[in-house]
């Protein structure tokens, strides 16, 4: 599917966005306001996978309200600030475009069906220790396959459960014993570098 028909499919709602702009008031709360992103400064990408993925970690909170996130690419400039979920529901545009924005982009635009409970973990860890800022995106989805000692942690993200995070300025240690403590999931810390997240069995790796 090229660029033009991936965003025709998309089309017709603004319950979120990627565009170049991380700055928020308040990200994790009620919907943002913003303006949508000119189409042409989205790559053109292939998808390998239905948009949608039914999430292995239910929501936290109550079957009522909405849930937003803030994400921030810093290689491409890109970012999604938005609601995501509301009253029980994940709202599908803002599904497709979150899968657009974790796409593989080192490995020919390459898009997969993302786990929503990874959105939910990245939410909740920031809601937990007070970020109010997008989260910075390392990594999402990757097409590669893993050759290295990590590979049963990399194919996490190779099925779309996984993410590498960095929240610029905040003790990596601290938050990840933060997430630790959330059991939601596997956590891995890389020294002062970035954080895993993934939706697969409880387990912990790395030091902060």
């Known amino acids: 599917m090229d660029r033009r028909g991936f965003l ?10 990627i565009g170049t ?5 308040s990200v994790y709360g009620d919907m943002e306001t913003f ?5 042409s400064s989205l790559a053109p990408a292939t998808p390998s996978a239905p948009v949608v993925a039914a999430p292995s970690v ?40 979150l899968t657009w924005f974790m796409r593989d982009r080192a ?15 990245i939410r909740d860890l920031a809601a937990e220790i007070g970020w109010n800022e997008p989260v910075h995106l390392i990594s999402g989805y990757r097409a590669g396959v893993p050759r ?5 942690r990399d194919s996490r993200h190779l ?16 938050v990840g014993r933060v997430a ?22 409880v387990r912990t790796w790395g030091r902060g």
């Not at 303006?35 to 189409?39: I, K």
């Not at 290295?148 to 049963?152: F, G, H, I, P, V």
Request: net charge positive; hydrophobic share 35%.
């Open 148 to 152: 290295t000692r990590r590979a049963s």
């Open 159 to 174: 099925e779309g459960k996984a993410v590498d995070i960095r929240l610029p300025g905040h003790n990596l240690g601290r």
């Open 58 to 97: 239910a929501p936290a909170s109550p079957l009522t309200g909405s849930r937003s996130i803030a994400l921030y690419h810093p290689t491409s400039g890109e970012s999604f600030i938005g609601e995501y979920w509301r009253d029980g529901d994940y709202l599908p545009d803002a599904m497709d475009r």
């Open 180 to 201: 630790i403590s959330m059991k939601r999931g596997g956590v891995g810390l890389y020294r002062s570098s970035h954080l895993h997240l993934d939706t697969g069995p």
């Open 107 to 121: 490995r020919g635009q390459r898009l997969h069906s993302i786990d929503p409970g990874v959105f939910d973990f």
């Open 8 to 17: 025709r499919m998309l089309g017709g709602t603004a319950a979120a966005l």
């Open 35 to 39: 303006s949508p992103v000119p189409s």
């Open 21 to 25: 702009t991380p700055a928020v008031a």
